[in-house]
């Protein structure tokens, strides 16, 4: 079986940054991608940035400019780089990995807040 973990949310004044990290463990053959959804309070979860095995990225055009996604392969490991942040990004963060064995796996969440 295999585990998703996310860490790194908190609370920030608009303008700061934050980075977020989510570490897949367990017995693990092979990661196709590795996304970061949120879900703010009373909205549908949205996809905020997508990374494919062959470093393909994508990202919600409300965070584009300011968020970045990168992975380290060898640790199994996505990070979300959040710079400039604004109140309305304020969401649960979750992670979401995709294993060729086992399917999609999510991640508990982490709370981000973004104060004014």
């Known amino acids: 079986q295999v585990q998703v973990v996310e860490s790194g949310g908190g609370f920030v004044q608009a303008g700061g940054s934050l980075r977020l990290s989510c570490a897949a463990s367990?017995?693990?053959?092979?990661?196709?991608?590795m996304d970061w959804y949120r879900q703010a309070p009373g909205k549908q979860r949205e996809l905020v940035a997508a990374?494919?095995?062959?470093?393909?990225?994508n990202y919600a055009d409300s965070v584009k400019g300011r968020f970045t996604i990168s992975r380290d392969n060898a640790k199994n490991v996505v990070y979300l780089q959040m710079n400039s942040l604004k109140p309305e990004d304020t969401a649960v963060y979750y992670c979401?990995?995709?294993?060729?064995?086992?399917?999609?796996?999510w991640g508990q969440g982490t709370q981000v807040t973004v104060s004014s």
């Open positions: 979401n990995v995709y294993f060729t064995t086992w399917g999609t796996r």
């Open positions: 990374l494919d095995s062959g470093g393909t990225t």
């Open positions: 367990g017995t693990i053959f092979r990661i196709t991608h």
